[in-house]
């Protein structure tokens, strides 16, 4: 079965949960419209552990340098902008933490409305608590 594309119906689930698995999707947005559609509309949760583009734009850099090299040998894209992809999805965020210099995201996320509706980001980067 492709993440991208399940097999079970609408409003299926009440949690669906995701652990460093975006960074390995061909479509990683339509990945999270997937989880999106299958949970349910009323009081259903996303919950997603993941890994990405560090908050801390020296160490961004050195992710992104040797990115292709990693994914080529792992299948594994660790720089992706995982609160840029959430937003594209159309997923409602109820919060975000980062952790390990802002590469891990723990992010609790419920169905959307559709594109842009992220207002509630808690991007707390500056505010790492394992740095």
Same mark, same amino acid.
């Given at each position: 079965?492709?993440? %991208?594309?399940?097999v079970? +119906?609408d ?5 669906? !949960?995701?652990t ?12 999270? @419209? %997937?989880m999106? @559609? !299958? ?36 299948? *594994?894209?660790?720089n @992706?902008? =995982?609160?840029?992809?959430?937003d ?9 933490? @980062? ?7 723990y992010?609790?996320?419920? +169905?959307? *409305? ?6 509630? =980001?808690?991007?707390?980067?500056a505010?790492?608590?394992? !740095?």
């Amino acid at each position: 079965m492709a993440a %991208e594309k399940l097999v079970f +119906p609408d409003d299926h689930f009440d949690t669906v !949960v995701d652990t460093f698995g975006l960074c390995s999707m061909d479509d990683s947005v339509q990945t999270l @419209r %997937e989880m999106q @559609r !299958v949970c349910k509309k009323d009081g259903g949760r996303i919950l997603l552990l993941e890994h990405g583009q560090s908050s801390y734009t020296w160490l961004s850099g050195i992710l992104d340098k040797f990115a292709d090299l990693h994914a080529q040998k792992w299948g *594994c894209h660790w720089n @992706r902008d =995982i609160l840029k992809l959430i937003d594209q999805a159309g997923l409602e965020v109820e919060s975000v933490r @980062r952790f390990h210099f802002g590469t891990t995201y723990y992010v609790v996320a419920k +169905p959307g *409305c559709g594109q842009d509706k992220n207002s509630k =980001i808690d991007d707390r980067s500056a505010e790492d608590e394992d !740095v």
